[in-house]
Each structure stands twice: as structure tokens, then as C-alpha cells.
């Protein structure tokens, strides 16, 4: 079946880049996600990235992926206490107009003043 | 545009008895809506899918008669958990899906303690 794996912790120092990687098992996922959770809350989603990019940039947030080594990186430029949040990498893969996440486990990420 | 809500936002409840949770996509129409269950320092893991009009499709392991779905109209889904024990204690997240890929937009999620 799916996996997708993240490192559990990151602690960065405000103003430094965070970067919270995601590994995926699934050849066929056709668009990966990052969603942030703050706690007690639901999920938000801060980007997504089509399967045939490489590259997608919005704003603080760059998403790197490398198809071929199955690997999914978001990077949070000039990181603020606001963004100190868990982060889940998510896969999926349409068919029939219906389709399912797969999630990761989380990274909960930790700014330091 | 695309919100969710989730009534109740937390639900203490006693061992036993039932647990209705509301999912409503306020501003679109949704055929299919997700519910999933998230455990303390773990991911979401996906419970079912419910198209409107029809019967919800479960993942494994997941008991359908404990855990029933209704997708009643384009804009509302329910979780009942029924007979509810101290394991069900969980946060229960929903998803509506929108446009031809089914683009989802999460709820708020739903605090369920069972004493």
C-alpha cells in the first residue's frame, strides 16, 4: 500500500528557512500536498504540486519534488513564531473523479524567539 | 469560497451511549465528503467515503455499524459512533470534495471524549 514518511520533529530560530522533508512510496500519486495544523484544529492547505513539476513557489513557501527519488520538500522562508505548527505531507492519485489521501505522520515544527 | 464546518467542535460524552457529528460544506456542493479519525501524535487515517445518496464506503478495519455515515444532501454528511467506549476517544476530522477531482477542504475537526 501508500507510505508516506516525515521526520517527526524540527526546531529552527525565527528569521532562519525551515525545511520539512517527506518521503512517498506511490509511483502513481498524481498531486502532493502540504497541509499545516495548528492545535486543536483542523487541517489547512498551504500548497499543493502536480506530479509533472518540479518546482512550485507561493509567497514564504517553496515546494521541491523529486519524482524520481520520491521525495517531497517544503521550504518556509524567514520562518515566524506564527508558523510553529505540525505539517502533513499528503499523496494522492484521482480516479473516477473520487480520490483518497494518503497521509504522513506529521512534523511538528517548533520556532524558536 | 470552500468552507466546512464540524458540529460539535468537542463532545464529552459517557461509555455507551451515541455521538452524532455533523459535517456541512457551507458555500458548495459536495458528492463526496471524508471522514477521517486522528490519534494523539499520529496522521489521519482515512475511516470512509460517503457519496451523497449512497451507501458510505469503508477502509479496512473500520466497523460500519459502529461508526455509520449518512450523506443525506450535497451539503451535509453525519458521524454517528455508536455505543461509544473510552478507545473511540479521538479527533474526528471531515473532508468535502469539490470540482471534477474532488479538491478537499477540511473541517475543523471534532473532539470526542468518552468517559
Known amino acids: 500500500g501508500e507510505d508516506v514518511e516525515q521526520s517527526l520533529f524540527l526546531s529552527v530560530r525565527e528569521g532562519d528557512s525551515s525545511v520539512i522533508n517527506c518521503t512517498y512510496t506511490?509511483?502513481?500519486?498524481?498531486?502532493l500536498y502540504w497541509y499545516k495544523q495548528e492545535p486543536g484544529a483542523g487541517l489547512q492547505l498551504l500548497t499543493y504540486?502536480?506530479?509533472?513539476?518540479d518546482m512550485k513557489q507561493d509567497q514564504r513557501l517553496t515546494v521541491l519534488l523529486n519524482k524520481k527519488d520520491k521525495h517531497l520538500s517544503l521550504r518556509i522562508a524567514d520562518t515566524q513564531t506564527g508558523d510553529s505548527a505540525i505539517y502533513f505531507c499528503?499523496?494522492?492519485?484521482?480516479?473516477?473523479?473520487?480520490?483518497?489521501?494518503?497521509f504522513g505522520k506529521g512534523t511538528k515544527l517548533s520556532v524558536i524567539p | 469560497g470552500a468552507v466546512v464546518s464540524q458540529h460539535p467542535s468537542r463532545v464529552i460524552c459517557k461509555s455507551g451511549t451515541s455521538v452524532k457529528i455533523e459535517c456541512r460544506s457551507l458555500?458548495?456542493?459536495?458528492?463526496?465528503m471524508f471522514w477521517y479519525r486522528q490519534f494523539p501524535k499520529q496522521s489521519l487515517m482515512l475511516m470512509a467515503t460517503?457519496?451523497?445518496?449512497?451507501?458510505?464506503?469503508?477502509e479496512q478495519g473500520v466497523e460500519k455499524d459502529k461508526f455509520l455515515i449518512n450523506h443525506a444532501s450535497l451539503t451535509l454528511s453525519t458521524l454517528t459512533v455508536t455505543s461509544a467506549h473510552p478507545e473511540d476517544s479521538s479527533f474526528y476530522i471531515c473532508?468535502?470534495?469539490?470540482?471534477?477531482?474532488?479538491?478537499?477542504?477540511f473541517g475543523p475537526g471534532t473532539r470526542l471524549t468518552v468517559l
Open positions: 458555500d458548495f456542493q459536495a458528492t463526496t
Open positions: 504540486i502536480f506530479s509533472n513539476m
Open positions: 499528503a499523496e494522492s492519485h484521482s480516479g473516477a473523479g473520487s480520490y483518497q489521501l494518503t
Open positions: 473532508s468535502a470534495g469539490r470540482g471534477p477531482d474532488n479538491e478537499q477542504f
Open positions: 460517503s457519496n451523497e445518496g449512497s451507501k458510505a464506503t469503508y
Open positions: 506511490d509511483s502513481s500519486s498524481t498531486y
